[in-house]
């Protein structure tokens, strides 16, 4: 595992790198066109020093310099990078102790975040489960009762039932020729 601080100085190291490619890149595409055509218009003179060939009248302005278009250019280095901001002057003289210790602090303050959010969700799905819950004993008593309903209506129905026969026995001995 990569300690912060080799983390931070490999970093500084590609950061650094990067602007240095950046650089050369942009200094060879502005100023390589020009050194390629003074060299090119060089060679060609001397293989056209014998012709006669009448010399050009260019009425051209001169080209700008890279200083004119962007003044601040040529003071721009590394190690000037970040002196005017005393945030980040500050932030560059910490120890490596204060800013192990400042990472434990914010991660510290991040679990308690963790933390609360998780105590949150644990009470709201208890609050949940405890209405499913009397919701469910709802249902069960409501069960209970309709069961009970259906044991006194068969009950009835037995008893009905009986009294229909009886009535139906006695009917028949008095001389009834129903069903």
Same mark, same amino acid.
């Given at each position: 595992?990569?300690?912060?601080?080799?983390?931070?100085s &490999?970093?500084?190291?590609?950061? *650094?790198?990067? /602007?240095? !490619?950046?650089?050369?890149? /942009?200094?060879?595409?502005?100023? &390589?066109?020009?050194?390629?055509?003074?060299?090119?218009?060089? %060679?060609?003179?001397?293989?056209?020093?014998?012709?006669?060939? +009448?010399?050009?009248?260019?009425?051209? +302005? +001169?080209?700008?310099?890279?200083?004119?278009?962007?003044? !601040?250019?040529?003071?721009?280095?590394?190690?000037?990078? !970040?002196?005017?901001?005393?945030?980040?002057?500050?932030?560059?003289?910490? @120890?490596?102790?204060?800013? /192990?210790?400042e990472?434990?602090?914010?991660?510290?303050?991040?679990?308690?975040?963790?933390? *609360?959010?998780?105590?949150?969700t644990?009470?709201e799905?208890? *609050?949940?489960?405890? @209405?499913? @819950?009397?919701?469910?004993?709802?249902? %069960?008593?409501?069960?209970? %009762?309709?069961?009970?309903?259906?044991?006194?209506?068969?009950?009835?129905?037995? *008893?009905?039932?009986?009294?229909?026969?009886? $009535?139906?026995?006695?009917?028949?001995?008095?001389? $009834? @020729? &129903?069903?």
């Amino acid at each position: 595992m990569m300690s912060s601080g080799s983390r931070q100085s &490999g970093n500084y190291y590609c950061v *650094r790198s990067c /602007l240095m !490619g950046i650089g050369i890149a /942009l200094t060879v595409s502005i100023f &390589g066109p020009a050194l390629y055509w003074k060299v090119n218009k060089g %060679t060609k003179l001397g293989h056209h020093t014998s012709s006669n060939c +009448p010399p050009c009248i260019c009425d051209c +302005p +001169p080209p700008l310099s890279i200083l004119k278009i962007v003044p !601040g250019l040529a003071n721009l280095s590394t190690e000037d990078c !970040g002196k005017s901001d005393p945030e980040l002057q500050q932030e560059m003289e910490k @120890q490596y102790a204060e800013l /192990l210790m400042e990472e434990l602090k914010l991660q510290e303050v991040v679990a308690q975040e963790h933390i *609360r959010h998780m105590n949150a969700t644990y009470r709201e799905a208890r *609050r949940v489960a405890s @209405q499913y @819950q009397r919701e469910a004993e709802k249902c %069960t008593i409501a069960i209970e %009762t309709c069961e009970e309903a259906r044991e006194n209506a068969e009950a009835l129905i037995l *008893r009905e039932m009986k009294l229909a026969l009886l $009535w139906q026995q006695r009917a028949h001995k008095m001389g $009834w @020729q &129903g069903e």
